[in-house]
Every structure is written in structure tokens, then in C-alpha cells.
């Protein structure tokens, strides 16, 4: 599986949106300015999940992120979402059988599921000896 990459050309158009009028390189997740900060260029949708491999990714597809801020959180998102997607996948080619699981038990009534309420306690008792 070959991950696509942005082509200059789109790498400089994300930077350029990414970047202020005076200059400053802000993060496209959360808005901190990045300033000498870590910064990568992330797939919007990750790579792995895309049908289309055959087309070119554009700007819209990429997002500049700090690395210490979004991008690091993201990709650990990604990655659950990829092994997500590809166990739906499988399960859609047949590939993976679900597992046997033992039949379940029929439902029990909703009536016999409740908590049977206790009848109203009397909290004073009626002094009988006076
Ligand atoms: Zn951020």
C-alpha cells in the first residue's frame, strides 16, 4: 500500500494557507501560532481510508499541523480508524468470520426486570401508649 504524498505544488498552497498576513505559520487544528514549533502536513482524510488512490490530492485534503498540539493526537485517531476500516473490510469480503458466540438467553420481560417496589413504610408510628 503506497501512501500518497502532496505534490510541491499543493505542500506550498497548504503552507501558504496556513501562514498570516505578518508571516507567522498557525496551526490548522487548533490555531496556536507555531512559530518555530514542529509543524507537518496531515491528510485531512487519512490516506489509508480513501477509495480513489488514481487521483491527485489537492490543498482541501491537507491540513498543516503542530506537531505537539494536533498533530501527534491525530494520528493516533487515524491509525484506530484505519484498523477499523480495514476490519470492516474484511468482514464485508468474508475474509474474517465473526466469531461463534454462544446463543444469548432470551430477554428477559421488562416486568421482571424491574425493581419490585417496596410498599410505602410508615415513618411515624401512630403512639399507641400515651
Ligand atoms: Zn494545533
Known sequence: MSRREFSPTVYAAIV?????DDHQIVCEGCGLVLGKKAWHIDHT??????????RKLTAAEGKLLGVECCHAPK???DQGNIAKAKAVEAKDLGIKRSKQSFPRPPKQAK????????????????????
Open 16 to 20: 501558504k494557507r496556513a501562514t498570516t
Open 75 to 77: 494520528t493516533k485517531i
Open 45 to 54: 482524510i487519512p490516506d489509508a481510508m480513501m477509495i480513489d488512490k488514481s
Open 111 to 130: 416486568a421482571s426486570n424491574k425493581i419490585p417496589v417496596p410498599p410505602p413504610r410508615q415513618l411515624f408510628e401512630k403512639r399507641t401508649q400515651t
